[in-house]
């Protein structure tokens, strides 16, 4: 995405400042989802609406689905009952789309992708990670790197490698042998 505005080929080029944000940090996200609920003429526990940021790893855009769901199955108090529906109705919603992520991997992308989901971070580039994982030559691991920082599957931190979706990581581990 950030490409847009940075490719000198492209219309949004230089278009505006980009602002990078950080995640809500917990506690103020949780207590976001526990005064929604009381506006609402709901209740939610501190201990669901923490364990629904802790699903979400505090990524905005699901915490808020999240809860809505949460907050769609509750009558008067939201319960680990309701936040179980509510994690399964995420997964019904998401699953498509994840399923769409993967499809059109190759095989050494695939490969890469369950390293990280295993929980590796940096060391593709060592023959025993790469034949473990069949990941093929440094510059296959490059050019898999490349291609899925641009499909923004994966993100990089400086060495660290992660799996830049949250919730496509937890359905990975769930799904992806």
Known sequence: MIELFESKSLPFYKFGDI????????????????????????????E???????FTDCHSSYTQQLAWLVWSYTKTTATQKELDF???DLWAQTTPFFQ???EPLTSYQLNFVRALKDGLR?????????????????GNVK?????????EIISINGKD???EDPIFE???RKNLN
């Open 122 to 138: 940096n060391e593709f580039y060592r023959k025993e990670i790469a034949d473990k994982y069949n990941l093929g030559t440094t």
């Open 170 to 172: 937890k359905w990975l």
């Open 100 to 102: 769409q992520e993967i």
């Open 19 to 46: 602002l990078f944000l950080e995640k809500i940090n917990k506690p103020d996200l949780s207590a976001y989802i526990q005064e929604r609920f009381t506006s609402n003429g709901k209740k939610i526990s501190e």
């Open 161 to 163: 490698i992660r799996i």
């Open 86 to 88: 509510a994690i399964e």
């Open 143 to 151: 050019r898999i790197i490349t291609t899925l920082q641009k499909r």
């Open 48 to 54: 669901i609406a923490n364990k629904i940021c802790d």
